[in-house]
């Protein structure tokens, strides 16, 4: 049974799961749709092209100072970032499907948050304070030589939200160090 559905007005929150240094990256998309279409619908069946090249282990180097440095990288396991709002649909009964709209309940965006687990140092509970200013840059270097091309993931500003967490993994240590980023106006 073939079934289709066509969302419109879509809303949501996105976040990239970078996971374990070495796999893939992969990115969610949480998307509630106000407007809806299913059964029999004209949907395009032409073929995409996807100029995207071959996939890639994820391996970035990362760094997270009050200034960066070149020399100064901090060993990662994983990193997420977040960029969620809080959402809520306009009820209207003589709406498409009983949805006039949707508004951000929170009153201004909420700030995106970067999560970040490292290998277990305890230079991590003295070395990093939550009043202070980061600056976190991730950078993925696809390819060699002349086409080589980058991913590149900058917040020129952001804090630590809380105290640096120890987590254990089988036999492992690691430590969560989440971010809340900060608007900034820096190109």
Not at 31 to 51: C, F, I, P, V
Not at 105 to 115: D, F, H, L, Q, V
Request: with cysteine; hydrophobic share 45%.
């Amino acid at each position: 049974m073939l079934f289709r559905s066509q969302l419109v007005g879509c809303h949501g929150d996105v976040a990239f799961a970078f996971g374990e240094w070495g796999k893939l990256a992969t990115m969610t998309l949480d998307l509630t749709g106000t407007d809806y279409s299913t059964g029999s619908l004209s949907l395009s069946t032409a073929t995409a092209s996807d100029a995207m090249g071959a996939g890639f282990p994820f391996a970035p180097k990362v760094y997270l100072a009050t200034s960066i440095s070149r020399a100064t990288t901090l060993v990662c396991e994983s990193v997420t970032v977040e960029m969620k709002n809080a959402w809520e649909m306009i009820r209207d009964p003589a709406a498409t499907q009983t949805v006039a709209g949707v508004v951000n309940t929170a009153g201004r965006p909420r700030a995106a948050s970067i999560k970040l687990r490292t290998r277990f140092d305890s230079g991590h509970y003295t070395a990093f304070d939550a009043g202070t200013e980061y600056r976190f840059l991730m950078v993925q270097q696809i390819g060699t030589g002349a086409t080589a091309s980058y991913w590149v993931w900058e917040a020129a500003a952001c804090y630590i939200v809380g105290v640096p967490k120890t987590v254990k993994v089988g036999e492992r240590l690691y430590v969560d160090i989440d971010l809340n980023l900060l608007q900034d106006d820096q190109i």
